[in-house]
């Protein structure tokens, strides 16, 4: 068997490489756009509903109790919705669990609140992972 042009292109070897090419393009490119959109596919069956207190005997969430209050740029506003959820934990308090309850309580972007009040100085570190707040 001797492979050539010439039969390559009798038995229009030249086009199955081109649509071979183009199929493969195609599909890695459907792939590309499915995996894409994976996260609203899976966030649609998913069905996530957040239910509001009941009101018996619990707290609001922080941002119906808090309006308007930017977080990030507002560190002694913040400090304040903090200290009523560590009330709870006592003095020292664990991070971990503070980050928890703020996340329970949906307040927005702990993780950045939290730094934001280390940065500031009004988290002082206790030592082993425990923070306390800056006395005046």
């Known amino acids: 068997m001797v492979f050539d042009i010439a039969r390559i292109t009798a038995n229009n070897g030249w086009a199955m490489a081109v649509i071979g090419a183009v199929l493969v393009m195609l599909g890695l490119a459907t792939l590309s756009l499915i995996i894409a959109q994976l996260h609203k596919i899976i966030g649609f069956f998913e069905n996530k509903t957040i239910f509001p207190p009941t009101g018996k005997g619990e707290a609001a969430p922080a941002a119906a109790a808090d309006g308007d209050v930017d977080y990030l740029a507002d560190p002694e506003s913040s400090a304040k919705r903090y200290k009523v959820l560590t009330e709870k934990l006592g003095d020292p308090f664990d991070l971990t669990q503070l980050y928890q309850l703020a ?32 006395t005046a």
Do not use: Y
């Open 103 to 134: 996340q329970r309580d949906q307040l927005p972007h702990p993780h950045l609140t939290l730094r934001t009040l280390r940065e500031a100085g009004l988290l002082v570190p206790a030592g082993e992972g425990t923070f306390s707040w800056k």
